[in-house]
Nanobody, 126 residues
Framework: QVQLVESGGGLVQAGGSLRLSCAAS????????MGWFRQAPGKEREFVAA????????SYADSLKGRFTISRDNAKNTAYLQMNSLKAEDTAIYYC???????????????????WGQGTQVTVSS
C-alpha cells in the first residue's frame, strides 16, 4: 500500500509559479505510475498530468501543455508538478494519485488509480 501526501499549494498571483510535491510512503514507489488531477468548486475532478514509473514518458491535459510539467525522483519517493504562468482558472484542489504499473504505462482516468493524497489547495488571484 502507498500513502501519498501533497504539499506546495498556496496563494499566488496570476502569472506566477508553484511547484507541488507528492511524497509517497513505502519502498516500491518506483513501481507506481503517478498522476495529478484537480477539482475546482462545483466541477468534476479533471486530469492534469501523468508519468510512468521510470519518468521516461509523460502525458498532459491539452489545455495545460507548455505550462505544467510533471516529474519524479524515485530516490526521494516524490513526484512533482511544476506550474508556470498560472491563471485564475487554475484555482482548484490538486491531488496526486498512484497506480502500480510495472510496465511503461501511464493513466489519464481517475478511475484507474488506486491511491490518492488528501489534496492541496492552489488559489490564483487575478
Amino acid at each position: 500500500q502507498v500513502q501519498l501526501v501533497e504539499s506546495g499549494g498556496g496563494l499566488v498571483q496570476a502569472g506566477g509559479s508553484l511547484r507541488l510535491s507528492c511524497a509517497a510512503s513505502g519502498r516500491t514507489f518506483s513501481s507506481y505510475a503517478m498522476g495529478w488531477f484537480r477539482q475546482a468548486p462545483g466541477k468534476e475532478r479533471e486530469f492534469v498530468a501523468a508519468i510512468t514509473w521510470s519518468g521516461g514518458s509523460t502525458s498532459y491535459a491539452d489545455s495545460l501543455k507548455g505550462r505544467f510539467t510533471i516529474s519524479r525522483d524515485n530516490a526521494k519517493n516524490t513526484a512533482y508538478l511544476q506550474m508556470n504562468s498560472l491563471k485564475a482558472e487554475d484555482t482548484a484542489i490538486y491531488y496526486c494519485a498512484a497506480k502500480r504499473a510495472p510496465y511503461l504505462w501511464l493513466f489519464v482516468r481517475s478511475v484507474d488509480y488506486d491511491y490518492w493524497g488528501q489534496g492541496t489547495q492552489v488559489t490564483v488571484s487575478s
